[in-house]
């Protein structure tokens, strides 16, 4: 079994899935655009047959799906995400942290790349997408937290 989330955006979908493909070293392996929908299924507006309907990228074993959505498909899809973070994890600090840094530009990070007590590097952050992320690195058997850490 493989659970995999799937992330809405508003016309932004191709542009957020590069750059995350970027970011992650990912590969985008099927984008479909509304232009190209089935009869039936297409987009009344012009301006939204560039809208992807179904983006899926692998990265290693892993995937994110997403597509773009109208209100009336997601009645709260304007409205900041809530309830979930996408999360990734890493044994490799220094990675831990590209990522973080990465997946920060033009967005918000809520709480700046530090290690916690459980962890030797740790942030959250909300990406200019309006995607919630959170980047760990999991601690070695042999790794104990900075006294205050």
Known sequence: MKIVTSLSFQGQ??????FY???LGGR??????????????????????????????????????GADLLPEWAPNIDKPKNGFDVSI????????????????????????????FWSPGFGSLVDRFGIPWMVNTNAGADWKPAQGA
Do not use: N
């Not at 044994?91 to 973080?100: G, I, K, N, V």
């Open 13 to 18: 979908c191709r542009e957020a899935f590069e």
């Open 89 to 116: 994890h890493t044994e490799d600090l220094a990675q831990a942290r590209r990522w973080f840094e990465a997946l920060s530009e033009g967005g918000t990070q809520l709480m700046p790349f530090a290690e916690t």
């Open 21 to 23: 493909a970027k970011v």
């Open 28 to 65: 985008i392996t099927g984008a479909f655009p509304y232009g190209e929908a089935p009869p039936g299924m297409e987009v009344k507006d012009p301006a939204q047959k560039d809208w992807l309907m179904h983006c899926w990228m692998e990265v290693g074993d892993q995937a994110l799906m």
